[in-house]
C-alpha cells in the first residue's frame, strides 16, 4: 500500500505560486512529512520537513492540516529554474533500527515552469 | 554540500560479470541507502544499513548485496549483472532515519 500519493505532474507559469498536495491517508502518530526536489541527472535535495501545521524555510512552506492525511508544498513566485520532480515522503524519525521502510520515494510530481 | 562520494561515476560491464559500487561518507551518519533509478520509476530503495555490520533490504533488492564494514563506506555488489540492472544508482545518508537526506552524484552502470 502506498503511503502517498502526489499529482504525476503539473504545469505553471514563471511568477506565479505553486502548491503540491500530497495525500497521506494513512500517516502514523510519529511520522514526519519532507519533501524532496530532483533535477535530471543529480540526486534529490532537501526541500523542508514537517509534523504539523505551517513550516517555512528560505525555499518554500509546507502546511499540513490538523487530521495531518495530506499536505501541500508551496513554493512562492518559481522560475524556470524550479521545474524538477517534487518528492514527498513520510517516515518515522523515531525508528531506529531495521525491518522499516527505509526511506521510501514514490514517483514524485514532475513539475513543469513555463515562460 | 555534504561529503558523500560515489565510484566509479559510469561503469560499462557485460551480462554475468560482478559489478561493485562504492558510497563513501566523511559526515559519520549512522544510515546509508542505495537507490537505482529508471524512467517512469522514481527512486527505488534497494538496501539500506543502519549501522555497521547492519543492513535490511528494500524493496527492489533481488540481485543485489550490500555489506557495512566501517560506517564510512557502503557497498553494493552484482553478484552476476544483468541487463535489467543497467541503471542510475545513487547513494544517500541521513544522520537519524527519516532525518534530512543526502545524495550523491549518482553512478550511470550501463550492462551489456
Known amino acids: 500500500l502506498a503511503k502517498t500519493t502526489q499529482p504525476i505532474s503539473m504545469d505553471s507559469y514563471e511568477g506565479q505560486e505553486v502548491n503540491i498536495t500530497c495525500s497521506h491517508n494513512?500517516?502514523?502518530?510519529?511520522?514526519?512529512i519532507t519533501w524532496y526536489q530532483q533535477f535530471p541527472s543529480q540526486g534529490p535535495r532537501f526541500i523542508i520537513q514537517?509534523?504539523?501545521t505551517k513550516v517555512t524555510n528560505e525555499v518554500a512552506s509546507l502546511f499540513i492540516p490538523a487530521d495531518r492525511k495530506s499536505s501541500t508544498l508551496s513554493l512562492p513566485r518559481v522560475s524556470l529554474s524550479d521545474t524538477a520532480v517534487y518528492y514527498c515522503?513520510?517516515?518515522?524519525?523515531?525508528?531506529?533500527?531495521?525491518?522499516?521502510?527505509?526511506?521510501?520515494f514514490g514517483k514524485g510530481t514532475h513539475l513543469i515552469i513555463q515562460p | 554540500d555534504a561529503g558523500i562520494t560515489q565510484s566509479p561515476r559510469h561503469k560499462v560491464t557485460e551480462t554475468g560479470t560482478p559489478v561493485t559500487l562504492r558510497c563513501h561518507q566523511t559526515?559519520?551518519?549512522?544510515?546509508m541507502y542505495w537507490y537505482r533509478q529508471d524512467p517512469g520509476h522514481g527512486l527505488r530503495l534497494i538496501h539500506y544499513?543502519?549501522?555497521?555490520?547492519?543492513?535490511d533490504k528494500g524493496e527492489v533488492s533481488d540481485g543485489y548485496s550490500v555489506s557495512r564494514s566501517k560506517t564510512e563506506d557502503f557497498l553494493l555488489t552484482l553478484e552476476s549483472a544483468t541487463s535489467s540492472q543497467t541503471s542510475v544508482y545513487f547513494c544517500?545518508?541521513?544522520?537519524?532515519?527519516?532525518?534530512?537526506?543526502?545524495f550523491g552524484q549518482g553512478t550511470r552502470l550501463t550492462v551489456v
Open positions: 515522503l513520510v517516515g518515522d524519525r523515531s525508528y531506529s533500527g531495521g525491518g522499516a521502510d527505509g526511506l521510501t
Open positions: 494513512n500517516i502514523a502518530t510519529n511520522d514526519y
Open positions: 514537517g509534523y504539523k
Open positions: 559526515e559519520n551518519h549512522r544510515y
Open positions: 544499513s543502519y549501522g555497521v555490520k547492519d543492513t
Open positions: 544517500a545518508i541521513t544522520p537519524g532515519m527519516n532525518t534530512e537526506a543526502f
